[in-house]
């Protein structure tokens, strides 16, 4: 195991243990439904034969926001504020977990880097610059929004 996805895995048993002696009731059960959903993730990739990397865990994390934040737009619709809110409220809990995410202008180099490196002349060649910027920054930018930015980059 990697020395980060370690320190990630302390970060939750410890935040964990910190919310109970607080009574901290929202971010406790916040902070346990990471844990069951890192576990599931560590059963899954058992059977396939792998490890749970820091990368996969910063993916479970955004994911879990991202289902969040559908909730709370739905809650927001079907006049549910009080829920909405309590969606929030775990967004806010699992960011902070997140790493600062990356300004456009950073994204911006990062793509035009990952388009020198994989050398992408095309639309044709997008995966391999997604791969690219997945692999070196997985949890720092959301990748639904730089698909359609290295999208733009490739048409030229």
Not at 6 to 21: D, H, V
Not at 85 to 98: D, K, P, T
Not at 128 to 156: N, Y
């Amino acid at each position: 195991m990697e020395q980060e996805e370690i320190m990630l895995r302390e970060q939750f048993t410890s935040e964990l243990k910190l919310a109970m002696k607080a009574g901290e009731k929202r971010r406790v059960e916040t902070i346990r439904m990471i844990s069951a959903a890192l576990k599931d993730k560590d059963i899954e990739a058992r059977g396939a034969g792998k490890e749970v990397g820091e990368d996969d865990i910063l993916a479970l994390l955004q994911k879990l926001v991202k289902s969040r934040q559908e909730s709370a737009e739905i809650y927001d619709k079907n006049a549910r504020p009080e829920l909405a809110a309590q969606e929030r409220e775990e967004i806010a809990i699992i960011s902070g977990f997140l790493p600062q995410p990356m300004s456009e202008a950073e994204v911006a180099a990062a793509i035009q880097a990952a388009i020198a490196e994989t050398a992408a002349s095309s639309i044709k060649d997008m995966g391999k610059v997604i791969a690219e910027l997945k692999a070196r920054h997985a949890g720092k930018m959301d990748f639904a929004k730089v698909s359609g930015l290295v999208k733009a980059a490739l048409a030229g």
